[in-house]
């Protein structure tokens, strides 16, 4: 199981955000993956194996953590942020999501 | 890259749906493909995976035995047939492309925008 705190982070552009996820369980290999979604849209991959960014991402993001606890950090929030993040585990199936953090404009 | 998923449908609960996804801008076969649903309102939820050449296939729990994943890479496309559907199994639907050819280690780097299946009488 994977538990992401906060639920929602109300934070104001040019902010830091740092959202959090914590496995229940080690995530083997360290295979974690962020990613970005706005409404309607479908997810974006921004970070891979924990703390690698997918192509075009920019460094604003990033990824960080080993084991059971990772974190996302943006840095500088930009109005096109706000939006729902999941992180996912990817080491052994099932693949498992974390429930979300909505960022928002405090 | 681009996935188009196809398919959808309201379908009355026991019934079946075969989901499509038409992949195109890359090779195909050398990927692994998964499809992963989202309820409204609700999280995203993995439902299934398959190799790239079909040789290892993964579901959740709460799908297995009712669904069945596979692929033709000859026609670029990923199949999720759904059978004995349930309230629960109300989602969008997306297909996504794994980064590499084998399952675990690789996450999803695209995906389509989904397909919804509505399961209601």
């Known amino acids: 199981v994977l538990t992401q705190s906060p639920g929602t982070l109300s934070l104001s552009p040019g902010e830091r955000a740092t959202l959090s996820c914590r496995a229940s369980?080690?995530?083997?290999?360290?295979?974690l993956a962020w990613f970005q979604q706005k409404p309607g849209q479908a997810p974006r991959l921004l970070i891979y194996d924990a703390s690698s960014r997918a192509t075009g991402i920019p460094d604003r993001f990033s990824g960080s953590g080993s084991g059971t606890d990772f974190t996302l950090t943006i840095n500088r929030l930009e109005p096109a942020d706000f939006a729902v993040y999941y992180c996912?585990?990817?080491?052994?199936?099932?693949?498992?999501f974390g429930q979300g953090t909505k960022v928002e404009i405090k | 890259v681009q996935l188009a998923e196809s398919g959808g449908n309201l379908v009355q609960p026991g019934g079946s749906l075969r989901l499509s996804c038409v992949a195109s801008?890359?090779?195909?076969?050398?990927?692994?493909m998964t499809w992963v649903r989202q309820a409204p309102g609700k999280g995203l939820e993995w439902v299934s995976s398959?190799?790239?050449?079909?040789?290892?296939?993964y579901y959740a729990d709460s799908v297995k035995g009712r669904f069945t994943i596979s692929r033709d890479n000859s026609k670029n496309t990923l199949y999720l047939q759904m059978n004995s559907l349930r309230a629960g199994d109300t989602a969008l639907y997306y297909c996504?492309?794994?980064?590499?050819?084998?399952?675990?280690?690789?996450?999803?780097?695209?995906w389509g925008q989904g397909t919804l299946v509505t399961v209601s009488s």
């Open positions: 996912q585990q990817y080491g052994r199936s099932p693949w498992t």
């Open positions: 369980q080690t995530v083997s290999g360290n295979y």
């Open positions: 996504a492309k794994s980064a590499g050819f084998r399952i675990t280690g690789t996450t999803s780097d695209y």
């Open positions: 801008g890359f090779t195909f076969s050398n990927f692994a």
């Open positions: 398959i190799s790239g050449a079909s040789g290892t296939i």
